[in-house]
């Protein structure tokens, strides 16, 4: 099983793949972040830096969904922090924000369709849900340098997004979405999974 974690930056979606990961005993798979060269220069000047960083997110979560699918089909769990599908949604706004100009965008989106049929969506999206205030404080509280000056007009625009696009795939795949305003026990998250799509994620223990 393939499941999916999605929301804004700073939601929470790495906290719950580690520990949802953990308890079920599946592979964990996160964001490219410390891998990637052009993060912090995009953050300090996004129009100059957007499309180059979002070329080399699109091409690490591409081989990171591969790798993902090869394990799934050996009936291996993976839990996944953000999806290649969310990219699209990181650059469509970097578009909308006139970080990357129409030209860079329209090949950006040229690229991803090219790569869309060998893609499949995860068995299950989790969708965390989390106020605006809860993400700018928690985005504060991770510390991280280069994401001080963040535009929360910026999450608010790709909270929305997220919401849409997890709308439009509802008739191919099974989304769960979970008020994240206040971080759950993960045995609760594995318990409303198991019951919203009427399996069992982790073996009984036995005596």
């Not at 972040?33 to 100059?48: G, I, S, W």
């Not at 769990?77 to 970097?94: A, E, H, P, R, S």
């Not at 000056?149 to 989304?175: C, H, I, M, N």
Request: aromatic content about 10%; charged content about 25%.
């Amino acid at each position: 099983m393939h499941i999916g974690i999605v929301g804004c930056m700073g939601v929470g979606k790495s906290r719950l793949t580690e520990a949802l990961s953990t308890t079920l005993g599946f592979r964990a798979f996160y964001e490219p972040v410390k891998e990637n060269p052009y993060l912090d220069d995009f953050y300090a000047d996004p129009k100059r830096h957007a499309a180059i960083m979002q070329f080399f997110m699109l091409t690490a979560r591409f081989r990171q969904h591969l790798e993902i699918q090869d394990l799934v089909a050996n009936r291996l769990g993976v839990v996944q922090d953000q999806v290649i599908f969310g990219d699209v949604l990181y650059g469509q706004l970097t578009n909308e924000f006139g970080y990357m100009d129409a030209r860079d965008y329209q090949t950006y989106r040229t690229h991803f369709e090219a790569l869309r049929p060998l893609l499949r969506l995860p068995d299950v999206l989790i969708q965390l849900d989390v106020d605006l205030d809860t993400v700018v404080r928690r985005i504060k509280d991770r510390g991280r340098t280069s994401e001080r000056g963040v535009d929360p007009a910026y999450l608010k625009r790709l909270s929305a997004l997220f919401s849409e696009w997890v709308d439009s795939v509802r008739d191919q795949t099974q989304v769960i979405r979970l008020d994240w305003n206040a971080f759950r026990p993960v045995d609760d998250v594995v318990r409303q999974i198991e019951s919203e799509l009427n399996l069992q994620l982790r073996l009984p223990v036995t005596a």
